[in-house]
Each structure stands twice: as C-alpha cells, then as structure tokens.
C-alpha cells in the first residue's frame, strides 16, 4: 500500500529524485531548504514533491517527480491529491510552472490545472545549459493553476 509521508531532515538524500523534476542542482537548492517536502512510498521509494507557501493564499509546486519505470501508474496524481488535501485549509490555489512540454502541460490538465501565465525566456535565462524534453527546448515557464 502507498503512503505519502512529509520529510523534514536531510531533504538532500533525495536530490537523485529531486533530479528528475528539475535537472540542475543548483535550481533545487533555491527551493529545497524553505520547502516542504513529501516522498512516496510504495514497496519502495516511487515519488517526490516540493511544494513553498507563496503568500497570498498560494502553494506553489516546485517539483514532482515520479521515478522512471513507475512513471504513468497513478502516483503523480496521487501525490497532487495528497497535497491539495493537506494544504486545502489554509491555502486558496496550487499552482505548478513547468516547460512547454507534451510530457508534463497533459498531465497538470489531466490533474485539473489551467494554464494561467508564463514567464519568457525563464528556462533559457536561469539555466546553465539548454534543456529538452520531448526533443523541444525548453524556454519559457508555464505556470497552471488549480482552486483548492
Ligand atoms: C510528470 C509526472 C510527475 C507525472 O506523474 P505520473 O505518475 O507519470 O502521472 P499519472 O500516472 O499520475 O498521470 C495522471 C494522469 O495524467 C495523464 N498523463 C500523465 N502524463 C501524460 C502525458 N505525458 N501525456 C498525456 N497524459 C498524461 C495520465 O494518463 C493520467 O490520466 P488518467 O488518470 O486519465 O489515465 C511524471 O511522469 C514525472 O515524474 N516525469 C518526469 C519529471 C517531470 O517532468 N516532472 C514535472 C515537472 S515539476
């Protein structure tokens, strides 16, 4: 049976994790320190979330990664579940930035986000290196927003 639990001490022992969602190490550890952190287990480690308090009634997803092998069985979803649950009492909206991507855009749709802003040039500007998923590079943020 899957559980979701919050980690409060050493987040870094899941960078390997961490690294699925975000690929530059130095991206996560803008976030990882004021996150709150949830892990999934399930025979094992199979998913991670950061999720930071924005003000203004906010949750921001900074990361969701679902190891690879395990990916498209649930635990994406899962995981958004569990944190809406939790965070609904003192929180208006979740939102999440990601890519413009066919891997990730479908699957916030899918878990009922909108798309509600983007940020130009935030890929090509605050990262180190050009970023692809789905052979397309990655360059402005999309952010996508749920009512909770
Ligand atoms: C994106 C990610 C978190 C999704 O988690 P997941 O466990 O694979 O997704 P789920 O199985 O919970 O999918 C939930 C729904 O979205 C759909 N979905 C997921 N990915 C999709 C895609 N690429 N295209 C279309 N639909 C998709 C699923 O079919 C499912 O719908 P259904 O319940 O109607 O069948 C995961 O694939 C992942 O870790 N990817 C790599 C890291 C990443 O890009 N993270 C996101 C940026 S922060």
Do not use: W
């Not at 009492?89 to 066919?102: M, N, R």
Request: aromatic share 12%; charged share 30%; hydrophobic share 35%.
């Amino acid at each position: 049976m899957a559980i979701i639990t919050e980690i409060k001490d050493n987040k870094q022992a899941f960078m390997p994790l961490l690294l699925i969602g975000d690929e530059q190490e130095s991206m996560i550890y803008r976030y990882l320190e004021r996150c709150r952190l949830f892990a999934l287990y399930d025979e094992g480690l199979k998913a991670v979330c950061a999720v930071t308090d924005e003000g203004e009634g906010i949750l921001e997803i900074k990361n969701l990664a679902v190891a690879p092998g395990y990916q498209r069985r649930g635990y994406g979803r899962r995981m958004i579940e569990h944190i809406c649950d939790i965070f609904r009492k003192d929180h208006i909206l979740i939102q999440a930035g990601t890519g413009d991507s066919p891997e990730t855009l479908p699957f916030y749709e899918n878990c009922g986000f909108e798309r509600a802003f983007s940020v130009k040039d935030f890929f090509t500007d605050n990262y180190d290196h050009p970023i692809f998923e789905g052979g397309k590079q990655l360059r402005d943020m999309i952010y996508l927003r749920r009512r909770l």
